[in-house]
C-alpha cells in the first residue's frame, strides 16, 4: 500500500488491513474538504516563504482541477493508496512534480483529519437543518390545513381530553425548532479551525492560522493546539446528540402514526401504495415506511452512546481509535436525511378522518369542558368536578355542544406564525453563506 509515512519497513499486510479497515471507503466523502483544506494550507505556506509563488501557483491551479473532479464525482481513492490525503497528495506529485511534495509542511495527518471533518461536518449539519425545515413546514402547513379537525387527546393511553391534528401536527414542528437550536450548537463547534495544531502540540513553522480560518470560512480557530486535537471525538460526538434529537422526535411522530392508522383508532390513512400488504391477509395496509423510520430513529438515539464508548477512556492526543468514529457517524449523516425525507413524503399524502370526535367512546374527553364552564358560571372547582363525575356515574352526562380554547399555544389559538418565527430565528443564525463564499472564492 502507498503510504506517504512509509519508511523503509513494510508493515504486515493483516496488519495493513486490520488497521486501515473502511477508512479507504468512507473517506472519499471527505475528498472536497480534503481538497479546500489544502488550498487554503499552501496559500498561507506560501505567505510565510515556505512555498514559491511559481509552486503556489501550479499547486493552486491543480487542486483546483481535483476539486473539479470530486464535484463531478470522478474521483477515486486508487487501490493500493491509503486515504484520501495520500491520494490527493500523489496524484498532485504524478502531475506538477516536486512542487506536489510540498503541502504537507506544517501539517501533520492529525490536523488534517481534523479540518476535513469540520469541513465536512458544517455542510452535512446544514443539509441536515434544511431536510429539518422542509419538513417543518410540511408539518406546519398541515397544522393550518386542519387546525379545526378534533381529534382525542390521551394520557396513559386512556382517552383524556379534545385535541385537534392542528395541535398534533404543530407540536412535532416546534419540537423540531429546539432540535435545530441542537445542530445550531453543533454547527459552532464544528465551525472553528484546528488546522495549524499538526500532531497535537503545534509547530516550529511560523503558521499563519489566522489566515487559514478566514480562507476556509470558519467563525474562530481552536486556539489551543492541544485542544485542538482533544476536539477529535468531542466534535463528532456533539454532532451524534444533534442528530439524536431529531431522531427523537422523528421517531416518536413515527410511533404516533403507526398507532392512528390503526383500525382501532382510525384517525389518519395514506394512499395503498404507500404502506404494504401481507403474504396471507388480503385486508392488511401495513406502515412499513414509519415503522423503518421508527426503528432508525432508534439506532440514531443510540448514536451518541457509540462515540462517547469509543473516546470516554483516551488519554490526551491522538489514538488510532477515532478512526473507527466515522464507521458510525458517516451512515447516521445519511440515515437522519433519509428518515426526513421519507416522513414528509408521507405527510404530503395523509388523509385526517373528520368527526372522530362524535362517536360514543369519546364523549366523556369532554368532562374538562363542562367542569370549567360549571366553574365560569361561579361554582367552585371541586364542586363542579363531583358534580360532572356524578353526572358520568349517573348516565347524565351531555356533550357540549362547543369548546372554547382560546389562550396561546391552544386548539383555537396555535400560534404557527410565532413558530415558524422561532424557526426562521434559529436557521439565520448558521449564516452558511459566508462559509459557501469562502469555500467558493478558495476552489474557483
Not at 500532531?199 to 478566514?214: E, K, Q
Amino acid at each position: 500500500m502507498k503510504q506517504l509515512w512509509q519508511k523503509d519497513t513494510n508493515v504486515n499486510r493483516t496488519v495493513e488491513r486490520f488497521t486501515v479497515g473502511k477508512d479507504r471507503e468512507l473517506d472519499v466523502l471527505l475528498a472536497r474538504a480534503d481538497v479546500l483544506g489544502s488550498l487554503a494550507h499552501t496559500r498561507m505556506l506560501e505567505s510565510i516563504g515556505l512555498m514559491s509563488s511559481d509552486d503556489l501557483e501550479c499547486v493552486q491551479r491543480e487542486l483546483k482541477q481535483i476539486f473539479a473532479e470530486v464535484e463531478r464525482g470522478e474521483f477515486r481513492i486508487e487501490d493500493g493508496v491509503e486515504d484520501v490525503h495520500s491520494q490527493v497528495e500523489f496524484l498532485l506529485t504524478e502531475r506538477i512534480g516536486q512542487a506536489g511534495k510540498k503541502i504537507h509542511s506544517g501539517r501533520s495527518r492529525n490536523d488534517q483529519v481534523l479540518v476535513d471533518l469540520r469541513i465536512f461536518l458544517r455542510r452535512e449539519i446544514f443539509e441536515i437543518v434544511e431536510a429539518a425545515k422542509e419538513l417543518f413546514d410540511t408539518l406546519q402547513a398541515l397544522s393550518e390545513k386542519h387546525k379545526n379537525v378534533l381529534m382525542p387527546g390521551y394520557t396513559h393511553l386512556q382517552v383524556a381530553m379534545p385535541s385537534s391534528f392542528g395541535l398534533w401536527f404543530g407540536a412535532y414542528a416546534e419540537s423540531l425548532v429546539d432540535d435545530t437550536q441542537m445542530a445550531l450548537a453543533a454547527y459552532r463547534i464544528c465551525n472553528r479551525n484546528p488546522l495549524g495544531s499538526a500532531a497535537g502540540y503545534g509547530s516550529s513553522f511560523p503558521l499563519n492560522r489566522t489566515m487559514t480560518t478566514d480562507l476556509l470560512g470558519f467563525d474562530s480557530m481552536d486556539y489551543n493546539v492541544v485542544y485542538a486535537q482533544m476536539g477529535r471525538g468531542k466534535t463528532e460526538r456533539v454532532v451524534a446528540q444533534a442528530i439524536a434529537a431529531y431522531a427523537a422526535t422523528i421517531g416518536k411522530f413515527a410511533m404516533d402514526n403507526t398507532l392512528f392508522l390503526n383500525q382501532n383508532f382510525a384517525f389518519i390513512s395514506y394512499p395503498p401504495e404507500l404502506t404494504t400488504g401481507s403474504s396471507i391477509m388480503p385486508h392488511k395496509k401495513n406502515p412499513d415506511v414509519w415503522e423503518i423510520i421508527r426503528g432508525k430513529c432508534n439506532l440514531l438515539q443510540a448514536l451518541p452512546n457509540q462515540i462517547t464508548m469509543l473516546t470516554t477512556n483516551l488519554p490526551t492526543g491522538y489514538h488510532r481509535d477515532l478512526q473507527l468514529m466515522k464507521e458510525v457517524l458517516f451512515p447516521a449523516l445519511a440515515d437522519i436525511r433519509d428518515v426526513m425525507s421519507m416522513a414528509k413524503m408521507m405527510l404530503e399524502n395523509i388523509s385526517v378522518v373528520e368527526n372522530i370526535t362524535s362517536q360514543e367512546k369519546y364523549k366523556y374527553m369532554f368532562s374538562v369542558e363542562v367542569v370549567n364552564n360549571m366553574v365560569l358560571e361561579g361554582t367552585p372547582f371541586r364542586e363542579a368536578y363531583k358534580t360532572v363525575g356524578l353526572n358520568i356515574e349517573h348516565g347524565q352526562f351531555e356533550v357540549p355542544e362547543t369548546i372554547n380554547h382560546t389562550h396561546e399555544g391552544s386548539i383555537g389559538n396555535l400560534c404557527n406564525d410565532r413558530i415558524a418565527e422561532l424557526m426562521q430565528g434559529v436557521v439565520g443564525e448558521f449564516g452558511f453563506e459566508r462559509v459557501e463564499k469562502a469555500e467558493y472564492d478558495l476552489s474557483h
